[in-house]
């Protein structure tokens, strides 16, 4: 493995990281802005709020991390994404603008109104974020982002493969999110919101499929090259995301306790590997490959270095974070 | 493959001046958020210390106060800071393609301590009620540390800019090898990141302590406010000294290293000795007018002697003029205006106090500091127009111009525009949400209606979600 691949996997690390735990945070919002009025959406919505408040803006930093990876590493790529998928990614970034402040003001402003308006910034940005961050990723996979720059501004990703695979963004986030807020529910021993969620983990995975579904046909006919090696060198991702996922239903619909988010892990993370092997070797296919967009060796290695320091320290930070929140350590306080 | 847009040059000169406008814009405002989150862990952790270490419940609660503040700061900057890194790339592509494999080093090891501020901030607030006193104060320690990394790598990242070096390119342009090291460590980064470390734990200190301030100007004068005004005072006041003595060391060497700023914020002609310093005044091309001129002061200034030869703006082609002369001069004399008239304000409360043990009595002591965190923003804006502004027509000094760095995509000002817009609810928004915080905590600290998002009160017959009632403050333990 050259240093450019090495490089290329830790952006898919960062990448598979942000999917889950970004991903899972924007799925909360999802499941707030369909929780009804005040009255009825109160219970979902505290639990969503209570499990999202103290880690959402740790999750967020992955986010940063890809950017700063993706510039650092492969300057030409980021480049070229950036000048032809603006206006996706301008209105993601208003979308994190929104939601971040929307979050934060809900906890702290009074008043039912103000209060109102606030959620629904946070749960309607929740959506679109997710939404054009995955038509960047689905006309980046489409083979739309000329890898010298400078695409078309909006045939780029007006298309039915990036259009479905940001419904898909959405759905899974939607879904990771039911799972992880099902055991949440189970922790405070809170039966009915478990019920609640378990029913929307099954209608979520269930929309995430069908977008996934849709989204191979669209691969097929908008991007030849990564379909072709999606179905072959991506084919065991491929099964194993599809295992993981119908091993979950089964266990939602049987009632069981665990070990549903490994598998709900399991079946985003395969599913992003997938795309990771069905691209390579190129970042943009097929006008940028890996190697040609790489940054001098002296720049990887700060890179590595970087990414080992993130798993000596970062991820342990992490786990105690979790740790602390999955025990209840950690509460808002007003 | 797509057909490529053609991209008119017009349309590339007035995106320019549009990016550069959302540029400075969103930088501005991001960057007190920046100093908040800096500076503020420091400020909290002292008084969190205070209170553990002497039992002082006003202590405890102003340090749980100022740490639900920074939760609604941090928020706030986390995205304006996420907007910024999307800047680049929407604003600025040409320069990440070029030399995102050099400077770009400086935001990797930035990400680390970006990632253990938000991991452990968020720890030291939400951790307050579960948390045992000692090990909640601990808890919050590495948020003082990524604090000062974080500043250290994104500050070394604009050295660089303004002092490039450790790298090598190739007859294309092409970045071909990076030396990490000293792209990290260049010439400007020993002063550029202590001075904005500095800056800060003053807009830290005298914004926090202008809060209290005022308050106290309304006639509250509890231990609570005379505390609140004190920690974050004393903080700022002891900042400034050195601040003082940083900058004039980064403008000596702004002199040596980059003449034509200097030139432009000091308005110099012709190079010479004997320069004389302005103080105000505009800036044109037959000299000074309406400055207080002090002879050869600037001179003495940049060599320690008169005779002391000076570059002039003769001496730069016409291309490579920064723009806005007067501006940057004008912005360079407030910025160390302020920062000298708050030497002259630490210098009376230390009278003060060693003559008495007490903060000067009179009213006209409280107004200066309410209005000391304002001006200490204001010289926070300032020493960043003269650092970019200064650095202009150039983005990396000498080796790419910022013409030749903005995106060819269209519709810039429309979304400069829409930030306006933006930011201008963000500022509202956060505003609003730090009085309605303050209003509540007067009103005897109760709580929200409940814990909830968003339901008019807890319904009857359930659980009560949120975890009701207050617990009186400083959970009783020392």
Same mark, same amino acid.
């Given at each position: 493995?050259?240093?450019?691949?090495?490089?290329?996997?830790?952006?898919?690390?960062?990448?598979?990281?942000?999917?889950?735990?970004?991903?899972?945070?924007?799925?909360?919002?999802?499941?707030?802005?369909?929780?009804?009025? $005040?009255?009825?959406?109160?219970?979902?919505?505290?639990?969503?709020?209570?499990?999202?408040?103290?880690?959402?803006?740790?999750?967020?930093?992955?986010?940063?991390?890809?950017?700063?990876?993706?510039?650092?590493?492969? $300057?030409?790529?980021?480049?070229?994404?950036? /000048?032809?998928?603006?206006? $996706?990614?301008?209105?993601?970034?208003?979308?994190?603008?929104?939601?971040?402040?929307?979050?934060?003001?809900?906890? &702290?402003?009074?008043?039912?109104?103000?209060?109102?308006?606030?959620?629904? /910034?946070?749960?309607?940005?929740?959506?679109?974020?997710?939404?054009?961050?995955?038509?960047?990723?689905?006309?980046?996979?489409?083979?739309?982002?000329?890898?010298?720059?400078?695409?078309?501004?909006?045939?780029?990703?007006?298309?039915?493969?990036?259009?479905?695979?940001?419904?898909?963004?959405?759905?899974?986030?939607?879904?990771?999110?039911?799972?992880?807020?099902?055991?949440?529910?189970?922790?405070?021993?809170?039966?009915?919101?478990?019920?609640?969620?378990?029913?929307?983990?099954?209608?979520?995975?269930?929309?995430?499929?069908?977008?996934?579904?849709?989204?191979?046909?669209?691969?097929?006919?908008?991007?030849?090259?990564?379909?072709?090696?999606?179905? &072959?060198?991506?084919?065991?991702?491929?099964?194993? &995301?599809?295992?993981?996922?119908?091993?979950?239903?089964?266990?939602?619909?049987?009632?069981?306790?665990?070990?549903?988010?490994?598998?709900?892990?399991?079946?985003?993370?395969?599913?992003?590997?997938?795309?990771?092997?069905?691209?390579?070797?190129?970042?943009?296919? /097929?006008?940028?490959?890996?190697?040609?967009?790489?940054? $001098?060796?002296? /720049?990887?290695?700060?890179?590595?270095?970087?990414?080992?320091?993130?798993?000596?320290?970062?991820?342990?930070?992490?786990?105690?974070?979790?740790?602390?929140?999955?025990?209840?350590?950690?509460?808002?306080?007003? | 493959?797509?057909?490529?847009?053609?991209?008119?040059?017009?349309?590339?000169?007035?995106?320019?001046?549009?990016?550069?406008?959302?540029?400075?814009?969103?930088?501005?405002?991001?960057?007190?958020?920046?100093?908040?989150? =800096?500076?503020?862990?420091?400020?909290?952790?002292?008084?969190? %210390?205070?209170?553990?270490?002497?039992?002082?419940?006003?202590?405890?609660?102003?340090?749980?106060?100022?740490?639900?503040?920074?939760?609604?700061?941090?928020?706030?900057? @986390?995205?304006?800071? #996420?907007?910024?890194?999307?800047?680049? !790339?929407?604003?600025?592509?040409?320069?990440?393609?070029?030399?995102?494999?050099?400077?770009?080093?400086?935001?990797?090891?930035?990400?680390?301590?970006?990632?253990?501020? @938000?991991?452990?901030?968020?720890?030291?607030?939400?951790?307050?009620?579960?948390?045992?006193?000692?090990?909640?104060?601990?808890?919050?320690?590495?948020?003082?540390?990524?604090?000062?990394?974080?500043?250290?790598? =994104?500050?070394?990242?604009?050295?660089?800019?303004?002092?490039?070096?450790?790298?090598?390119?190739?007859?294309?342009?092409?970045?071909?090898?990076?030396?990490?090291?000293?792209?990290?460590?260049?010439?400007?980064?020993?002063?550029?990141?202590?001075?904005?470390?500095?800056?800060?734990?003053?807009?830290?200190?005298?914004?926090?302590?202008?809060?209290?301030?005022? !308050?106290?100007?309304?006639?509250?004068?509890?231990?609570?406010?005379?505390?609140?005004?004190?920690?974050?005072?004393?903080?700022?006041?002891? @900042?400034?000294?050195?601040?003082?003595? *940083?900058?004039?060391?980064?403008?000596?060497?702004?002199?040596?290293?980059?003449?034509?700023?200097?030139?432009?914020?000091?308005?110099?002609?012709?190079? +010479?000795?004997?320069?004389?310093? %302005?103080? +105000? +005044?505009?800036?044109?091309?037959?000299?000074?007018?309406?400055?207080?001129?002090?002879?050869?002061?600037?001179?003495?200034?940049?060599?320690?002697?008169?005779?002391?030869?000076?570059?002039?703006?003769?001496?730069?082609?016409?291309?490579?003029?920064?723009?806005?002369? #007067?501006?940057?001069?004008?912005?360079?004399?407030?910025?160390?205006?302020?920062?000298?008239?708050?030497?002259?304000?630490?210098?009376? *409360?230390?009278?003060?106090?060693?003559?008495?043990?007490?903060?000067?009595?009179?009213?006209?002591?409280?107004?200066?500091?309410?209005?000391? !965190?304002?001006?200490?923003?204001?010289?926070?804006?300032? !020493?960043?127009? *003269?650092?970019?502004?200064?650095?202009?027509?150039?983005? *990396?000094?000498? %080796?790419?111009?910022?013409?030749?760095?903005? #995106?060819?995509?269209?519709?810039?000002?429309?979304?400069?525009?829409?930030?306006?817009?933006?930011?201008?609810?963000?500022?509202? +928004?956060?505003?609003?949400?730090?009085?309605?915080?303050?209003?509540?905590?007067?009103?005897?600290?109760?709580?929200?209606?409940?814990?909830?998002?968003?339901?008019?009160?807890?319904?009857?017959?359930?659980?009560?979600?949120?975890?009701?009632?207050?617990?009186? =403050?400083?959970?009783?333990? #020392?």
């Amino acid at each position: 493995m050259s240093k450019a691949d090495a490089a290329a996997a830790i952006l898919w690390v960062g990448a598979t990281f942000y999917a889950l735990f970004g991903g899972a945070d924007f799925g909360g919002g999802v499941w707030d802005l369909v929780a009804g009025g $005040p009255e009825r959406g109160q219970r979902p919505r505290d639990l969503i709020q209570r499990s999202l408040t103290p880690v959402w803006e740790a999750n967020h930093v992955w986010l940063i991390f890809v950017l700063v990876v993706l510039w650092t590493a492969f $300057p030409p790529a980021f480049s070229a994404i950036f /000048t032809t998928l603006y206006v $996706p990614i301008a209105l993601a970034a208003l979308g994190i603008v929104l939601r971040g402040a929307g979050f934060a003001f809900r906890k &702290s402003i009074v008043g039912l109104q103000g209060r109102r308006a606030m959620g629904a /910034t946070f749960a309607i940005s929740s959506v679109i974020t997710p939404f054009f961050m995955g038509t960047v990723i689905g006309a980046i996979a489409a083979g739309n982002v000329p890898g010298a720059g400078n695409g078309d501004a909006f045939s780029t990703w007006l298309q039915p493969l990036p259009l479905l695979i940001g419904a898909m963004f959405v759905a899974s986030g939607a879904y990771l999110a039911a799972v992880f807020l099902v055991g949440d529910a189970r922790r405070q021993e809170d039966a009915e919101m478990e019920r609640y969620f378990v029913r929307r983990a099954l209608i979520a995975a269930v929309v995430a499929g069908a977008f996934a579904v849709a989204g191979l046909f669209a691969l097929h006919s908008e991007a030849r090259y990564v379909f072709d090696r999606l179905t &072959s060198q991506g084919l065991p991702l491929v099964v194993l &995301s599809l295992l993981c996922g119908i091993a979950l239903l089964a266990l939602l619909l049987r009632g069981a306790r665990r070990p549903l988010r490994p598998l709900a892990a399991g079946a985003v993370t395969a599913v992003i590997w997938g795309w990771g092997v069905a691209q390579f070797p190129y970042l943009l296919p /097929t006008s940028l490959r890996i190697d040609q967009a790489a940054a $001098p060796g002296p /720049t990887m290695t700060i890179i590595f270095i970087v990414f080992g320091v993130a798993a000596v320290l970062v991820l342990p930070s992490l786990g105690l974070l979790y740790t602390l929140a999955q025990r209840d350590l950690l509460e808002s306080e007003h | 493959m797509l057909p490529l847009d053609p991209l008119p040059l017009a349309a590339s000169a007035s995106n320019l001046l549009a990016a550069r406008e959302q540029m400075a814009f969103t930088l501005g405002f991001h960057i007190v958020l920046s100093c908040l989150g =800096v500076a503020l862990p420091a400020t909290i952790l002292i008084a969190n %210390y205070i209170g553990l270490k002497k039992g002082d419940e006003a202590a405890i609660e102003l340090a749980k106060r100022w740490s639900q503040a920074m939760a609604v700061t941090f928020a706030v900057g @986390a995205v304006t800071g #996420t907007v910024l890194s999307f800047e680049f !790339g929407l604003l600025w592509p040409h320069f990440m393609d070029r030399f995102g494999a050099a400077f770009g080093v400086a935001f990797a090891i930035e990400g680390i301590f970006f990632f253990l501020e @938000a991991i452990f901030l968020a720890i030291y607030i939400y951790g307050w009620k579960r948390l045992s006193g000692w090990a909640h104060f601990w808890s919050g320690v590495p948020m003082f540390v990524t604090g000062i990394g974080g500043a250290f790598s =994104v500050v070394a990242a604009n050295s660089w800019m303004n002092q490039p070096q450790g790298f090598t390119l190739n007859a294309a342009g092409k970045v071909v090898d990076v030396e990490p090291l000293k792209v990290l460590v260049n010439p400007a980064t020993g002063y550029e990141v202590p001075h904005m470390i500095l800056a800060a734990y003053m807009v830290v200190g005298f914004l926090v302590a202008s809060v209290y301030a005022v !308050g106290m100007l309304k006639g509250r004068r509890d231990r609570l406010h005379r505390l609140g005004l004190l920690i974050p005072l004393t903080i700022g006041l002891i @900042a400034t000294p050195i601040q003082l003595f *940083v900058g004039d060391t980064a403008a000596r060497a702004v002199a040596d290293h980059q003449p034509a700023k200097f030139a432009a914020m000091e308005c110099i002609q012709e190079t +010479g000795g004997h320069q004389t310093e %302005y103080v +105000g +005044g505009v800036c044109t091309s037959d000299g000074v007018k309406a400055a207080i001129p002090i002879p050869d002061l600037d001179s003495f200034l940049v060599g320690f002697s008169a005779d002391t030869k000076v570059t002039g703006l003769n001496e730069i082609p016409n291309d490579e003029r920064p723009p806005a002369n #007067t501006f940057l001069h004008l912005s360079f004399d407030l910025m160390v205006g302020i920062g000298t008239g708050l030497l002259a304000l630490g210098a009376w *409360v230390a009278w003060a106090w060693w003559k008495r043990r007490d903060i000067p009595r009179t009213p006209w002591f409280l107004r200066i500091v309410a209005v000391s !965190g304002v001006a200490s923003v204001l010289a926070l804006w300032c !020493g960043w127009i *003269v650092t970019e502004v200064g650095r202009q027509p150039w983005i *990396v000094q000498g %080796y790419m111009r910022t013409s030749e760095a903005v #995106t060819d995509a269209k519709g810039i000002w429309f979304s400069f525009g829409l930030v306006l817009l933006l930011y201008a609810g963000l500022g509202t +928004g956060a505003v609003l949400v730090m009085r309605s915080m303050s209003r509540r905590w007067r009103e005897g600290g109760a709580g929200l209606e409940g814990d909830t998002p968003y339901a008019p009160s807890t319904p009857a017959g359930r659980k009560p979600l949120g975890v009701s009632g207050n617990r009186p =403050v400083g959970r009783g333990k #020392t």
